[in-house]
């Protein structure tokens, strides 16, 4: 329609009404006879642009950004998170649960955050066959609503709003402090694929059941979906490792003086643990061997507690090392534990849970391992340089072993700051007040925005989340 003399015309829009008015007066116009243009040269200076700006506020067009939201249902129940890998500072974890309530009737819905010891398949449980122990848990009910109703996320809202299901009903849940880490013993190693199909260790789940007794609640009244909460460590300054011994095996001789040094008390997984060490031989014996390693110490609380130590890297000397009587030694020697190198070696190791995960690392050292007990934990995992010396009198006799142990932190480096786009699905105030009737649910506003227009600033992706 074409604009009347009193009618504005936008000013964007304006250049368009002007080329339709030229093609109605004369149809002959060639479009192509305007100026020649290099597409690859006009994309590249639009890219250079920047932002698309708004020719009357001379504002920036809003970036379009999103978060992923999984999801696992069993038909009858369906389970939504915000997220299914979390970091050791996020305080909760939350989403919704969709059900029609003619089909749930008088029973009770609940929604459970659990550590548990697990041994066996998952398709072996309903036989008996399969072991199972809770190391810690938090329990929501959402069915019926109770009062003191924790208010709704950012991330909530949007779902309801967008999600087709008639019902739907949030949950809120804040992450114990002593929520152990999620921790997995290596089988035979024969496999790649043994550790998916025989998970044995700590997992964590979350859980959405219909009924109040959950040992007796059957598919499809509940589902489940997997999750892990990473536990990083900032590598700060601190003191270096430092172990050293004096030791005499006869009266009247001389001493024997072993010293070892890391360069740092906490490492990254990937990185070079440099041992420095340091040996005064005073003595009359000669050393004749020497062994650097890595051990992994595993201590499992559950079931039938058990303590066992594996190495996961280790340096020999090599023939013809020796230090005589009276001789000094001063070497730096280097070691990288990888879960690489001991894939098929040795049952038993314990690796990081990480959800559905071939190349996941060695497990970390359980953080607050003197804070809380054993049993909180289900498997407290640590590490320490083992040197071993082999010394002899008489020719290659060995006659004594002396034996040091240096113990480190091994951790997973914490990733970037996440970026401005990136949506923020849980809260960060570490001391909510808490419901008498859910411990584990906030009473406080969770998400607090400048504006209630940013709820709607993002959109939702949705993942299925399938067990094999």
Avoid at 128 to 153: D, K, R
Avoid at 209 to 234: A, H, N, R
């Amino acid at each position: 329609m074409k604009p009347t003399k009193n009618s504005k015309v936008d000013p964007v829009v304006e250049p368009v009404v002007n080329l339709m008015e030229d093609l109605a007066v004369n149809p002959a116009v060639d479009l192509a006879a305007g100026p020649v243009v290099n597409p690859a040269e006009n994309f590249a200076e639009d890219l250079a642009a920047g932002p698309v700006i708004n020719p009357e506020g001379d504002l920036p067009v809003p970036e379009y950004r999103f978060t992923t939201v999984y999801l696992t249902t069993s038909g009858k129940i369906t389970l939504y998170a915000g997220k299914n890998n979390f970091a050791h500072n996020e305080k909760y974890i939350d989403g919704v649960v969709a059900f029609d309530p003619a089909y749930v009737g008088d029973r009770k819905v609940f929604v459970r955050l659990a550590a548990l010891f697990q041994s066996g398949r998952y398709d072996l449980q309903s036989i008996g066959l399969s072991s199972e122990a809770i190391v810690n848990q938090v329990i929501q009910q959402i069915y019926p609503p109770l009062e003191n109703q924790t208010p709704l996320t950012a991330l909530q809202k949007k779902m309801m709003d967008n999600l087709k299901e008639k019902y739907l009903f949030p949950y809120n849940i804040q992450w114990p402090e002593n929520f152990p880490s999620a921790v997995i013993l290596q089988s035979s190693g024969d496999d790649e694929d043994d550790d998916d199909d025989y998970p044995c260790g700590v997992l964590h789940e979350i859980r959405a059941y219909i009924g109040e007794k959950l040992d007796k609640i059957q598919y499809p009244d509940f589902t489940l979906m997997e999750i892990q909460k990473v536990i990083y460590e900032s590598a700060v300054p601190g003191e270096q490792p430092r172990i050293e011994r004096d030791l005499s095996f006869l009266p009247f001789e001389g001493t024997f003086h072993i010293e070892c040094t890391l360069d740092k008390k906490i490492y990254y997984h990937g990185e070079t643990i440099a041992v420095n060490i340091h040996i005064s031989n005073n003595t009359k014996h000669t050393v004749r061997k020497m062994y650097v390693s890595v051990r992994q110490s595993t201590h499992i609380f559950v079931f039938l507690p058990t303590k066992y130590k594996l190495t996961v890297a280790e340096i020999k000397s090599e023939g013809g090392f020796k230090i005589e009587p009276g001789a000094n030694l001063s070497r730096t020697f280097e070691l990288t534990p990888l879960r690489s190198e001991n894939r098929k070696k040795k049952s038993g190791l314990a690796i990081d849970g990480s959800i559905k995960s071939l190349d996941t690392n060695l497990a970390p050292t359980t953080v607050n391992a003197d804070k809380f007990s054993g049993e909180e934990h289900g498997i407290i995992v640590e590490y320490f340089v083992k040197i071993k010396v082999c010394l002899s009198r008489l020719g290659r006799i060995i006659t004594n072993r002396v034996k040091l142990e240096v113990p480190f932190v091994l951790m997973s480096k914490e990733p970037p700051p996440k970026s401005e786009t990136s949506f923020p699905s849980t809260p960060a105030d570490p001391s909510p007040a808490q419901s008498e009737n859910n411990p584990g649910v906030s009473n406080e506003d969770l998400i607090r925005l400048e504006s209630d227009d940013n709820d709607n600033d993002f959109d939702i992706k949705y993942e299925a989340l399938m067990r094999e």
